[in-house]
């Protein structure tokens, strides 16, 4: 079958935009913002413009605040300096014809003492570590690794309503830099995720307890960017089958399916499923795909490990519109056209994946450049 007569490489609507393909660039963590106010720097404009082929790029995940912080070198949107480095990246990938949206995130307890204000106890929905999961910090030494996260504290009541404005103010200082929208980290054990499952949220007020409550602080922070920027200019990314970062609950699947139906009464873009990645992943059950389609009405993007034939087919039967490519999109700067033409995908650097300079970052060639 010709490209142009595949449904991945066709034009879609998202929001008020109209994506050239159905293309999308994942938000991987590069660890790579200028130290020590977490500023968007222009290298990080000139990988994102290399990948301006994408029908929608989704950033890195970006801190609201600084106790939303959990890796060392993650980029910030909560002050003037960083919505300035980020405009380097927007300027970029319009020019280069793109569309682009930021991530946003607080990952909750998924931190360490030393990247948090005055080295206080991240935050979460309860007072529960997460097991078995490890943070990017760069120690007093000046080395650079990966350590267990730190116990966290459970936000008190008045807390949250600080923390969803964090993230109303965010989105506005993202579109302040030119972003054509945002997407809301829910998923991947962060911290809204951590009100959403049992098992790290034992909350006992409206917050926790009834899967309608553990809810309710992603209903309140979509609800609050929608009210700042347009209901259209934002995405919320979910994994319910992911229970890597200690997130094994038995009624994740009722609590999303709930999740999904707030989402679309408030009427955002799309939701972004991110789906298991690894060898022995489980497989997603069409009754699932089935019952998000049913609850959710606008646009859904699935991430996986989607070739060009099972994107098709996932887009053909109708479980989804657009879908999502992340580390092929890091050693393979014009994917789409590599996929268009069934030419052979570059390996990346692995060593080169977190912090770092030019190296494994910027200098991957296009096809054209040999």
């Known amino acids: ?8 490489f066709t034009p ?3 929001g008020r935009l109209t994506l050239p393909n159905r293309i999308v660039m994942a938000p991987m963590t590069r660890s790579r913002a200028a130290q020590p106010d977490d500023v968007p720097t222009a290298m990080m404009a000139t990988h994102y413009a290399q990948r301006a082929s994408a029908g ?11 106790e939303g912080k959990g890796y060392t070198g993650t980029p910030g949107i909560y002050s003037p300096v960083q919505r300035d480095g980020w405009k380097l990246t927007t300027d970029a990938v319009h020019a280069a014809g793109g569309h682009i949206f930021l991530q946003i995130w607080h990952v909750g307890r998924v931190s360490h003492v030393s990247l948090q204000p005055d080295g206080q106890p991240p935050v979460s929905a309860s007072a529960i570590a997460a097991q078995d999961t ?5 120690d007093e030494h000046g080395v650079a690794g990966f350590v267990p996260c730190s116990t966290p504290r459970a936000l008190d009541t008045a807390e949250i309503t600080r923390v969803v404005d ?44 009834s899967p309608e409550r553990r809810v309710r602080f992603l209903d309140e922070v979509a609800s609050a960017v929608a009210s700042e920027i347009g209901a259209d200019r934002v995405g919320v990314r979910l994994s319910p089958f992911i229970t890597f970062k200690d997130m094994d609950d038995p009624e994740i ?38 019952d998000y389609r049913r609850r959710f009405r606008n646009r859904l993007i699935v991430a996986g490990r989607y070739t060009v034939d099972s994107a098709e087919a996932v887009i053909a039967n109708g479980h989804a519109d657009l879908v999502a490519f992340g580390r092929p999109f890091i050693a393979n700067p014009d994917l789409p056209r590599r996929l268009s033409i069934g030419a052979p995908l570059a390996d990346y650097e692995v060593a080169a994946l977190f912090g770092g300079d030019e190296r494994g970052y910027v200098d991957y060639p296009a096809l054209d450049a040999g």
Do not use: K
């Open 1 to 8: 079958m010709a490209a142009d007569q595949r449904h991945l």
């Open 253 to 290: 699947l009722g609590t999303i399916g709930l999740a999904l139906d707030r989402l679309d009464a408030i009427g955002i873009a799309y939701v972004h499923l991110g789906e298991a990645d690894w060898d022995d992943a489980p497989t997603i059950p069409d009754s699932a795909r089935v």
């Open 134 to 138: 490890s943070v990017y910090i760069v």
């Open 56 to 66: 929608l790029i989704i950033t890195e995940a970006s801190q609201i605040s600084p």
């Open 166 to 209: 964090d993230y109303r103010r965010a989105a506005a200082l993202a579109i302040e830099a030119g972003f054509d929208g945002v997407e809301i980290h829910a998923a991947n054990g962060y911290l809204i995720e951590q009100f959403l499952r049992s098992n790290s949220n034992h909350r006992d007020d409206g917050y926790g307890g």
């Open 12 to 14: 879609i609507s998202l």
